[in-house]
Nanobody, 123 residues
Framework: QVQLVESGGGLVQAGGSLRLSCAASGRTFSNYLMGWFRQAPGKEREFVAAVGRSGGSTWYADSVKGRFTISRDNAKNAVYLQMNSLKAEDTAVYYC????????????????WGQGTQITVSS
């Protein structure tokens, strides 16, 4: 079992920046591929970014590429999402998730999820 707790959400103006953190506890953190997903009202949960077990591989949705950066610190059992140049369409609840497999963009393949943190971008 892995417990995930997100933090860092809030209200920001368009063009601004936020950094999300996800603290993990439980089983060995470095065994898991870690991802960030988001869900806006009335929409399905969508992939945002993922990072491989060592941090050497990353994946991004086209909508955030060049604006968001995912990273992890296995010594601190944490994963981060730096979000720059935020847009109104980035408004959503953001979830951290852990995957024992190797399918970074598919939410159905993730095993553990945090409770989510709200990001609201005002235009």
């Amino acid at each position: 079992q892995v417990q995930l707790v997100e933090s860092g959400g809030g209200l920001v103006q368009a063009g601004g920046s936020l950094r999300l953190s996800c603290a993990a506890s439980g089983r060995t953190f470095s065994n898991y591929l870690m991802g960030w997903f988001r869900q806006a009202p009335g929409k399905e949960r969508e992939f945002v970014a993922a990072v491989g077990r060592s941090g050497g591989s990353t994946w991004y949705a086209d909508s955030v590429k060049g604006r968001f950066t995912i990273s992890r610190d296995n010594a601190k059992n944490a994963v981060y999402l730096q979000m720059n140049s935020l847009k109104a369409e980035d408004t959503a609840v953001y979830y951290c998730a852990a995957d024992r497999g190797v399918d970074p963009t598919n939410p159905r393949r993730y095993d553990y999820w945090g409770q989510g943190t709200q990001i609201t971008v005002s235009s």
